[in-house]
T-cell receptor
Framework: KAGVTQTPRYLIKTRGQQVTLSCSPISGHRSVSWYQQTPGQGLQFLFEYFSETQRNKGNFPGRFSGRQFSNSRSEMNVSTLELGDSALYLC???????????FGQGTRLTVV | AQSVSQHNHHVILSEAASLELGCNYSYGGTVNLFWYVQYPGQHLQLLLKYFSGDPLVKGIKGFEAEFIKSKFSFNLRKPSVQWSDTAEYFCAVDNNAGNMLTFGGGTRLMVKP
């Protein structure tokens, strides 16, 4: 069965712009989590959605937001981009609470 | 807040050498523990996981890990590494309150042929 799909794979944006990233979870998975991966900070949790509700949120500013649709697909949005937002953004889907998280290939965002 | 420490940032081994990567976490309650691997250019993949039961868990590709509750540790081991094990390894903890993983800083393993 298809894995977690993230689009686009690569993005280049200018400071001050906003960006929307998309994640399609594995079929049947209702939990979607987002992570930011950078060389300096490593992998950091952004937020998690389950059945269209945000269940957990990491320690990121309000410029980072997300949502989940009724088909479990999720989007995350970053507004007023800063150079420090350059990172690999990973999406993971899980079948149940505390279950194995399956990761997508990520979206590499570069802010110039 | 929980935290995860991986003590070895870079490890270089020759093929057939034994591997042990350390992982300690700071959460005192019930946790789920994971080791993920990221091969060059690929996505994160689960190596093994511990939820409960036997503290010695076996994963894919000959990896195993031992959960020692008294030491808050979940070290990864492999008796004999191969060149194809060259990758970055991440330990992660979930406090079972949702799918919210806290990752360690990662260990880059290079295996020399």
């Amino acid at each position: 069965k298809a894995g977690v799909t993230q689009t686009p794979r690569y993005l280049i944006k200018t400071r001050g712009q906003q960006v929307t990233l998309s994640c399609s979870p594995i079929s049947g998975h209702r939990s979607v989590s987002w992570y930011q991966q950078t060389p300096g900070q490593g992998l950091q949790f952004l937020f998690e959605y389950f059945s269209e509700t945000q269940r957990n949120k990491g320690n990121f500013p309000g410029r980072f937001s997300g949502r989940q649709f009724s088909n479990s697909r999720s989007e995350m949005n970053v507004s007023t981009l800063e150079l420090g937002d350059s990172a690999l953004y990973l999406c993971a889907s899980s079948l149940a609470v505390g279950g194995e998280a399956f990761f997508g290939q990520g979206t590499r965002l570069t802010v110039v | 807040a929980q935290s995860v420490s991986q003590h070895n940032h870079h490890v270089i081994l020759s093929e057939a050498a034994s591997l042990e990567l350390g992982c300690n976490y700071s959460y005192g309650g019930t946790v789920n523990l994971f080791w993920y691997v990221q091969y060059p250019g690929q996505h994160l993949q689960l190596l093994l996981k511990y939820f409960s039961g036997d503290p010695l868990v076996k994963g894919i590709k000959g990896f195993e890990a031992e959960f020692i509750k008294s030491k808050f540790s979940f070290n990864l081991r492999k008796p004999s590494v191969q060149w194809s094990d060259t990758a970055e390894y991440f330990c992660a903890v979930d406090n079972n309150a949702g799918n919210m993983l806290t990752f360690g800083g990662g260990t880059r393993l290079m295996v020399k042929p």
